[in-house]
């Protein structure tokens, strides 16, 4: 068993969560506090966070501390970043899971929105990796894990600005995994199907492609505990966009999704 | 929030799926977001839903606003010292169990003091309907166990109410459908239980009469209920098997899962609970002791308590046409047996037999809400395919021996009942109508007429 794990079964795992209040880090962490764990909890409004600080307590989580930063600030993420290493004497995991979800239509049409959600939704987690990555190193244990998403494994037209983002993050951590993996951290890129939280209430949910967050959640507790790279969640979007991405470039453009 | 457009054409279903009314769902993900909700002054109506398990339309607001309050779930605070937990208004009690009420190493442990017969429902939702358990002789409904409720109304207030700070409001929202204003949290008093495992006996017996005596036998068992063969005529009529159990002293069961590990996936086309499956199930029930007149085992509470809570969505098997579930309870003595052995009689006539028929006697601890169901007694309930005209009729047969008994009908499970057998069986309804907060509105209050049908436009 590696150490990430074995602390979380002892109840001694230290847990950054950045975008805490992401319906996906909602429930991930409440299956981490289960097992005692102890977090910090990163996002934009203290409100929120706090909240999630109690709710994490009752849970089990034996401390949850409170830290207000914007992950919009790119410049102020390597202090985010240290701060958060700093709160629990080290990490076994970062979760880092802000980001946007824009609409499309609009991106195309505003400049500025587009290269916002750009920045959110790949630069602002991609340094934020990079300034947890030395800290994680040093110690040669834990776990960086990353929210992406399947829509980054190919472009459409129906979010390309958002899959562009995505995809950038995946191939970011890719290098990063090739780079931390002599020194045992491993770098989880998780890659969510449809989930139905907050950042996609506007849509029409349900139906057998939407999942809950906790079914995710598990998910990423499993792959976290196993050490995996690349999680897709839940598994059938691995089938799914094996065929997606398969599909010929002529066939592909008939498709308007 | 959600594009109107697209909201009116949110269907919701009520649990027994006989209604499905369009609505404008809202779904506030915290405290200040629902108070938003409430202080808003849209003409339209408000109601809040939970986790949608009641069967018939309290939980239903047609054409109006509906509430989805599962996006409050977070604990606030829990004392380990007095039990005292406080959360908000969607936390189910699953959650609470899965993650409150955890063995410690002596096996016992924190308990949910009162639960229903699935741990799919909200906090708030047990407290509209004021639910009772299996162990209501010992400790009442939920409402009960309610320390405090923090309470939205649309005159823009927000208060903690308690039975002492408002003692008439309190009352009002105990049991109060919904129709009080909206429940952003509330304090729950859990109880500490020697063993989180049961010891559970399930005893065959014969007829109504031995129903009764094994009721009464059954003091020193904490939670209690029994099925009814309901296709059963003549001398067996009211067999059924007893059920009994009482926590374990110093033995530990974990909470069950949060996710069903099976569920119905989607709605067959015509129900699968129909007269031959419904003859078998009951053939197979009556005979799942074997030849024993008694089987007593020591475990987990979740077959005890939530034995349908292991399939989700198990209410499809009914079909496109959905059931109806009546529940009923009759005050004690003479009368009352003879009425619940009068409404057996009528459903073995009627040949539209119940998958799950279950009796039990309510103890006399009085409850907190004006509108409060339970009441000392003996409660029947039971669920039936809708097949139309014939079942409604067999409905109305039900409701005309409750009332004439002197007893009353459960909104949380109720369909059809009439404003009259309304207004009979909860002599509170007037008091409680003070109380009504006017933005509320509901399809059920509007039907058993304790909102005027366009007092508001
Ligand atoms: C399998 C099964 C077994 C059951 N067994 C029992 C049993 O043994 N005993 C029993 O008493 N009941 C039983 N029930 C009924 C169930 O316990 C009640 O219907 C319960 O109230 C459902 O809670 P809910 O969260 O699903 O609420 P809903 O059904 O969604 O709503 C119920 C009521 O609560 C109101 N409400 C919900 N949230 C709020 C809020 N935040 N503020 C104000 N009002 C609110 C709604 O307006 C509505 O009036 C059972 C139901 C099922 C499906």
Known sequence: MTKGYGDMRNGTMRIALFGANSGIAVATARAFAKTGARFVLVGRRAEPLEALAADLVVRGAKEAAVHV???????????????????????DLALIAHGTLPDQTLLERDAVAARQAIEINFISPALLANALAP??????????????????????????????????LIRFLEGLRHRLAASGVQ?????????????????????????????VADDIVRAVEKRRAVLHTPWFWAIIMAIVTALPRPIFHRTKF | ?????????????????????????????????ARAIVADDSRLPLLAHGCGRSYGDVALNPEGRLVQMTGLDRFIAFDRDTGLLTCEAGVRL?????????????????FLPVSPGTRFVTVAGAIANDVHGKNHH?????????????????????????????PDLFAATIGGLGLTGLIL????????????????????????????????????WEYTAAWIDCLATGTATGRGIFSRARHA???????????????????????????????????????????????????????????????????????????????CVVPPGADGRAAIAEMLRVIAQSGQGSMLAVLKTFGDLPSPGLLSFPKPGITLALDFPNRGPETLALLARLEAVTIEAEGRIYPAKDSCMSAASFTRGYPAKADFQRWIDPAFSSAFARRVGLIGEGSRA
């Open chain 1, 135 to 168: 800290l994680f190193e040093g110690g040669r244990s834990g776990t960086i894990a990353v929210v992406s998403s399947v829509a980054g494994e190919r472009g459409r037209r129906s979010n390309y600005v958002y899959g562009a983002a995505k995809g950038g």
């Open chain 2, 249 to 327: 002293p110093g033995r530990a069961a974990v909470p069950p899962a949060l996710r069903p590990r099976k569920a119905v996936p989607l709605t067959p086309p015509v129900s699968l609970v129909g007269g031959l499956s419904l003859k078998a199930f009951n053939a197979l029930y009556w005979r799942k002791l074997g030849l024993r007149e008694r089987v007593l085992k020591t475990g987990s509470y979740e077959p005890v308590f939530y034995p349908l809570d292991a399939i989700g969505s198990w209410n499809r098997l009914y079909g496109p046409k959905g059931f109806y579930q009546f529940q």
């Open chain 1, 187 to 215: 770098v989880l890129d998780i890659r969510p199907g449809f989930v139905s939280t907050a950042m996609t209430a506007h849509l029409k949910q349900g139906g057998p492609l939407w999942a809950t967050p906790d079914r």
């Open chain 1, 69 to 91: 930063a914007d992950l919009a600030d790119l410049d102020a993420l390597p202090t985010v970043a240290a701060g958060a290493w700093e709160r629990l004497g080290g990490l």
């Open chain 2, 94 to 110: 699953a959650d609470i169990l899965d993650a409150v009420c955890r063995p410690e190493p002596d096996g016992g442990g924190w």
């Open chain 2, 185 to 220: 949290s509330a304090t729950i008093r859990l109880r500490r239980v020697a063993g989180t495992a049961l010891e559970a006996e399930d005893i065959r017996f014969d007829d109504l009469d031995a129903f009764f005596a094994l009721a009464d036998g059954s003091e020193a």
């Open chain 2, 138 to 166: 010992g400790f009442g409904t939920f409402g009960r166990h309610v320390a405090a409720i923090e309470l939205a109304r649309s005159d823009g207030s927000v208060e903690t109410i308690t039975p002492e700070s408002h």
């Open chain 2, 1 to 33: 929030m959600t594009d109107i457009r697209d909201a009116w054409t949110t269907e919701v279903a009520s649990w027994g799926g006989v209604a499905r009314p369009r609505h404008l769902v809202l779904r506030p993900g915290t405290r200040a977001e």
